[in-house]
C-alpha cells in the first residue's frame, strides 16, 4: 500500500504540486483578490501541503536509513514546507505571528521553498530512475568458512579504519558514503568514483593499505552493467558498487590468502558471468539469422542495435581484463597475497577466450547488420526507381496539357482532341520503353 502511494507521489507530480502551490502563493502578492477567490485559492495550498506532509511520512516509512532520510537536504526542504505553515495555527502562537506583515512575511516564505522545490521536480524523473536502479544502502559481510550476513553502515565504518580477516561488501552506494568510505581507506575518490560510474575500465592501482581493483559486471538488454570497485588486501577485501552486484558466496581456492582468495573469486564471477553473456549472445543471433532478410520487422535494428551496445562494452571490458590479468600471471603486476599461483594464468586464459568470441559475434552481428541495411536500401532504391518511372511519365501529358490549355477549340494549331491524345500515348510508350531497356521495372 505505501509503495503505491509512494509511486502516485513521485518528484515530478511533487514538483509539478509544488509549482501550483508556487502559483497560488504568488497571486494574492500580486493582485487584489476577491474574498471567496483568495479562501479557494488558501485551501488549494492546505491541500497541496497536506499532500506534502503525506509525502514526506510515506517515504520516511519506506526508508531504510532513517537518519539520512532525514538529514537530506532536499528532505529538509520537505519538511520546511510542512513546518513553516503550521507555526501560525499552533494553539499557544504569539499574536505577533498572526498578525499581517508576519503572515505576508510566511506566505513569502512559502513562495521561496515552493519554488526551491519546483526545481527539484524538473529532475525529478532522472533521480527517481537513478535511486530505483541504485535502491537502498546494502552491507554485507562474509568470514571464513560461513555464510553472508548484513550488518550497519557505521559497523562497515569502523571495520574499514580497523580490517579483520573478513569480506565486506556495501551495494546502492551514493556519493556522500563512496567520498567517506573513500577518505577512511585512503584512496584517491575520484579514481572510486570513476570506476563505479562506468567512466572508467577495469584497472589496478595500489596504496600503502589496499590494491584498488576496478571491474564490471556485464549487462543484457536494458540491464546496466554493474560496476565493482575492489579494495584487496592478503587477509581483507571490501567490494563497492552502485547497484546489486550479488557476488559473495564462499570462494573456492583455499590456497590463498582470504582477502585475495575473494578478489579472484570476484574475477571468476566476472568471467562466468561474461560466458553466460556470450552463450546468450550465440542464441540471439542464431534467432537473428533465422529471419528472412527480404522481410526484416521492425523490432530487428532495436534488437541489433541494443545487441551492438551490450557487445562493444564487454568487448572492451574483457580486452582490458584480459591484459591486466595478463600482467598479474606474468608478474609484470602484482596483488596482494597473489605469489606465483596458476590459477591467475587460467583466468587469463579464459579471458582471452571469451574476449576472442565477443570479439567474433561483434563481427557477425554487423555483417548481419549490413545485410539487413543493404537489402533494405536496394528496396528504397528499387521503390525510389519506380517513383521516377511514374513522374516521368505523368509529366508528358501534364506539358502537353500546359501548352494547349482546358481545350483544342480556339488553338492555332490544327490539332484534335484524338490527335493529342494519341502522340501523348506514343511518347509515354517510347518513355516507358526506354525505362524497361534500361532495367529500372525488373
Not at 550479488?246 to 582468495?261: N, Y
Not at 573469486?265 to 532478410?293: G, K, Y
Not at 606474468?330 to 599461483?341: A, E, H, Q, S, V
Request: glycine share 6%; aromatic share 8%; hydrophobic share 50%.
Amino acid at each position: 500500500m505505501l509503495r503505491a502511494v509512494s509511486r502516485w507521489l513521485s518528484e515530478p507530480v511533487m514538483g509539478f504540486l509544488a509549482l501550483a502551490a508556487l502559483s497560488a502563493g504568488l497571486a494574492p502578492m500580486l493582485f487584489e483578490l476577491p474574498a471567496r477567490l483568495a479562501r479557494g485559492v488558501a485551501l488549494i495550498e492546505w491541500a497541496i501541503i497536506a499532500l506534502f506532509a503525506l509525502e514526506y511520512a510515506v517515504h520516511f516509512a519506506l526508508a531504510r536509513d532513517k537518519r539520512a532520510f532525514v538529514l537530506d537536504p532536499w528532505r529538509v526542504l520537505d519538511a520546511a514546507i510542512i513546518l513553516a505553515p503550521l507555526v501560525s495555527l499552533l494553539p499557544r502562537a504569539p499574536e505577533v505571528l498572526r498578525s499581517s506583515p508576519v503572515l505576508r512575511v510566511l506566505r513569502l516564505l512559502r513562495v521561496i521553498l515552493f519554488g526551491a522545490r519546483a526545481r527539484r521536480g524538473l529532475h525529478g524523473a532522472a533521480l527517481e530512475r537513478e535511486e530505483e536502479r541504485r535502491g537502498a544502502l546494502r552491507v554485507t559481510a562474509l568470514s571464513p568458512g560461513g555464510s553472508p550476513y548484513e550488518i550497519g553502515w557505521s559497523d562497515l565504518v569502523r571495520w574499514s579504519a580497523r580490517p579483520d580477516e573478513q569480506w565486506m561488501h556495501a551495494a546502492n552506494l551514493d556519493a556522500a558514503r563512496i567520498k567517506e568510505i573513500v577518505g577512511i581507506v585512503g584512496l584517491a575518490d575520484a579514481m572510486v568514483d570513476a570506476a563505479l560510474r562506468e567512466s572508467s575500465y577495469p584497472r589496478l592501482e595500489s596504496s600503502a593499505r589496499w590494491s584498488a581493483l576496478a571491474l564490471s559486471l556485464p549487462g543484457w538488454g536494458d540491464e546496466a552493467r554493474t560496476p565493482v570497485v575492489l579494495l584487496v588486501s592478503a587477509k581483507h577485501l571490501l567490494s563497492l558498487s552502485l547497484r546489486e552486484a550479488d557476488l559473495q558466496s564462499p570462494p573456492a581456492d583455499e590456497s590463498l590468502p582470504w582477502g585475495t582468495r575473494c578478489a579472484v573469486h570476484v574475477i571468476r564471477t566476472v568471467l562466468d558471468r561474461n560466458e553466460s553473456l556470450a552463450l546468450r549472445v550465440e542464441h540471439e543471433l542464431r534467432a537473428l539469422e533465422a529471419l528472412d532478410a527480404a522481410e526484416t520487422p521492425e523490432s530487428f535494428f532495436e534488437r541489433v542495435f541494443r545487441l551492438k551496445r551490450t557487445l562493444s562494452l564487454a568487448k572492451g571490458d574483457l580486452w582490458r581484463l584480459r591484459n591486466l590479468l595478463s600482467m598479474l600471471a606474468d608478474g609484470r603486476r602484482k596483488l596482494p597475497g597473489l605469489g606465483d599461483d596458476d590459477c591467475v594464468k587460467r583466468l587469463s586464459e579464459q579471458a582471452d577466450y571469451l574476449h576472442e568470441t565477443v570479439d567474433k559475434a561483434h563481427e557477425q552481428l554487423l555483417t548481419l547488420l549490413d545485410l539487413h541495411l543493404n537489402i533494405a536500401s536496394y528496396d528504397v532504391n528499387r521503390f525510389m526507381r519506380l517513383l521516377a518511372v511514374v513522374s516521368s511519365l505523368a509529366i508528358i501529358p501534364t506539358i502537353i496539357g500546359g501548352l494547349l490549355g482546358m481545350n483544342i477549340l480556339g488553338n492555332p494549331w490544327p490539332v484534335t482532341l484524338a490527335q493529342v491524345a494519341f502522340i501523348t500515348f506514343i511518347l509515354m510508350l517510347c518513355v516507358l520503353y526506354a525505362f524497361l531497356a534500361k532495367g529500372w521495372l525488373k
